[in-house]
């Protein structure tokens, strides 16, 4: 059931838009904002992330104390009409506004804006900045060259800073309107009719205020606009005036999660999409023994020609024994990493997932170039020990003109590693496909003597290798060891194989990209790289939509926990020049499993630093699940 909302007051109405002076246009707005993230004004807002995206579609900035008022543990979804009663009470950012932001960051309230004070609050979250950068960022609008910013000295700064962010709102609003033009002209055709009435007005419609919320992942801030600000110029999107770099109160009240699949409100898969582009790209995560046990896993490219609405989806792939365990399957999630000059930042990940059971994400993206980077937990793909492995398993034996063949039990395997490696899933193995297979399991890429040896010696079709060709190159390899299995076994443990030829040490995955405007689209494989890159995407997100508090008696400790539909993070973040060392226990939790293999983990914070404590999953996806964590400084 969906949480209604009471109706505001007609004068509360007026105050939800400078821009609407009647309800008409006003409520135009609104559909224009819900039309552009979903098909059908039927369509529900499903969670309380999509809640914030519609809301900056509509030129809104709204917080997380304002996301809680209107979505509870007790919402289960959100209609068209609860969005417009929401766009009633809530108004877009003023001037004024933004005014007090700035004034938060004078702590010591002297009227003045300090190197310290500004240095502190642009340390705190997200991308940090060195003292040196905020101390040029100073200087640069620093007039009377006294090492402070005064109200009255920079009015014309803070007033720039505005104009900013509205250039930004109004760049968004036309981007969003050309997307929803192209989905209103693409209905028109398969339905032949000409739109009338209240539609019309929607078409039509040029005021509608919109923030591109896939741009700029809600939570970044003033901190992050003022980093935009002081190393490039370049603008960044509106920001939340209550969004400062000090937690929110703690919440002691359990986090209970229904069961994953049975809300009754999910990320709906677009009604067409059978007529958008659609590439997709096998995959796999590794556990990396040579690492430390850590996970592994193909990256991709994604290159998009237009504009678009895209629809990003991401499963496990059952090869084998893999990807699926006795408590459900292998957690999988992409994040969408905007490529940029120096670094990426996120735009979005799959934090859901649909009736199907796939997590996706549906969101705009410009056009441009993304990385596309997988994710597990590691709470059901980990390093495990040899346990009941008593021997190997037999890989090679001699028939009867004592000429070395293959067992059975390693043909099947190595049929299943054929599967894992044809990226493209054609049934064949490009040269590409067999470089990154050969990469995994010797570290080195395929030359062109070497490919010249596939060439003349094995079968091919269309000049890729089949799956038989693939079987009589190991029998070759096999045969020229004389009988020794010691290379063979790489290649199987490299592939996530067991001594009993279990697959249990890999995941492989499937990863589809839909676009509904853009027929120009190309998704590449990138690389095979440790996850460990995504930790700062990670931090960042569960920073701007979990929730914070400051760890007692230590006013420079704070606790990040984001609870989503089928992941719960738990992260430090230490401010402090001193490290600490902190006891997270989550055993009071119910029906979760952690990656840390213990639910009471103990952890070493770095100074400065922000560290993942605890990713948690439900053991039984069946049953509903609670977090509790509860926090102990070691000393």
């Known amino acids: 059931m969906s949480r209604r909302l009471s109706r505001p007051s007609s004068a509360a109405s007026h105050r939800s838009s400078g821009s609407t002076t009647h309800d008409s246009e006003f409520r135009t707005e609104c559909k224009a904002a819900y039309l552009s993230i979903y098909d059908d004004l039927k369509d529900v807002i499903s969670s309380e992330y999509d809640l914030s995206a519609v809301l900056q579609q509509s030129g809104r900035n709204p917080t997380k104390k304002t996301l809680a008022k209107y979505w509870t543990d007790e919402t289960d979804y ?57 101390q040029r960022m100073i200087d640069e609008v620093d007039e009377n060259r006294d090492g402070r910013l005064d109200y009255e000295e920079r009015k014309l700064y803070y007033s720039e800073f505005c104009n900013m962010m509205m250039t930004t709102a109004d760049e968004c609003k036309k981007m969003s ?32 205020l919109r923030s591109n919320s896939s741009v700029k992942p809600e939570g970044q801030g003033l901190s992050h606009s003022l ?19 000090k937690p929110s109160p703690r919440v002691k009240k359990d986090k209970v999660r229904t069961p994953v699949g049975s809300r009754s409100a999910k ?69 969408v990493l905007r ?30 170039k993304y990385k596309l980077v997988p994710f597990t937990t590691g709470c059901r793909l980990y390093e495990r020990s040899a346990g009941r492995e008593t021997k190997d398993v037999k890989l090679i034996k001699q028939d009867k003109d004592e000429k070395i063949v293959l067992s059975k039990q390693f043909k099947k395997a190595l049929e299943d590693i054929f599967d894992m490696a044809d990226l493209d899933g054609n049934g064949l193995l490009s040269r590409e496909d067999f470089n990154w297979y050969n990469i995994r399991t010797s570290g080195e890429e395929v030359a062109d003597d070497e490919w010249d040896v596939v060439e003349g010696n094995i079968e091919l079709e269309n000049g890729e290798i089949t799956k038989t060709g693939f079987l009589h190159l190991n029998q070759m390899e096999a ?26 040490q890999a995941c492989p995955f499937k990863l589809d990209v839909y676009a509904e405007d853009c027929r120009k689209t190309k998704l590449e494989v990138a690389g095979l790289e440790p996850q460990a890159v995504l930790e700062d995407a990670i931090c960042d997100t569960v920073i701007a939509k979990g929730e914070a508090f400051k760890v007692k008696g230590m006013k420079d400790l704070s606790i990040y926990t984001y609870i989503g539909d089928a992941r719960a993070t738990v992260l430090v973040e230490n401010q402090s020049y001193s490290k600490v060392r902190i006891q997270l226990d989550c055993s009071r939790s119910k029906n979760v499993v952690s990656n840390q293999r213990d639910l009471n983990y ?17 053991r039984d996806e069946k049953a509903e699940w609670i977090v509790r964590c509860q926090e102990t400084i070691v000393r």
């Open 602 to 618: 103990t952890l070493t914070v770095p100074s400065n630093t922000t560290v993942i404590g605890h990713h948690l999953i439900p």
């Open 267 to 335: 990320v709906s898969e677009p009604s067409n999409l059978r007529d958008w582009t659609h590439i997709s790209s096998k995959g796999c995560f590794f556990i990396d023994a040579d690492e430390g046990g850590q996970i592994i896993s193909h990256q991709y490219t994604l290159h998009l020609a237009d504009d678009t609405n895209v629809f990003i989806t991401m499963q496990p792939n059952k090869i084998g024994d893999s990807g699926f365990t006795d408590d459900g399957p292998v957690d999988t999630a992409v994040y």
């Open 479 to 504: 045969e020229d060891n004389d009988g020794d299995t010691d290379d063979l076994w790489v290649t199987l443990t490299s592939m996530g194989f067991n001594k009993n030829l279990v697959l249990n």
């Open 339 to 368: 490529e940029g000059s120096s670094s990426h930042k996120v735009v979005t990940f799959t934090e859901q997932r649909d009736s199907k059971g796939r997590y996706c994400v549906r969101c705009d993206l410009p056009a441009g």
């Open 78 to 134: 959100l209609t068209f009409d609860d969005f417009v009663n929401i766009c009633r009470r809530e108004h877009a950012t003023t001037t004024d506004e933004l005014m007090k932001a700035f004034r938060k960051i004078d702590i010591n309230g002297d009227g003045y804006i300090s190197l310290d004070e500004l240095f502190r609050m642009l340390t705190t979250r997200g991308e940090k900045m060195t003292r040196d950068e905020v």
């Open 177 to 208: 309107i050309k997307l929803m033009e192209k989905k209103e002209r693409k209905k028109r055709r398969m339905s032949n009719t000409p739109r009338r009435g209240d539609d019309e007005n929607i078409l039509g419609s040029r005021t509608s």
């Open 227 to 245: 980093r935009s600000v002081g190393r490039t110029g370049s603008r960044s999107s509106l920001i939340s005036i209550d969004d400062m770099p």
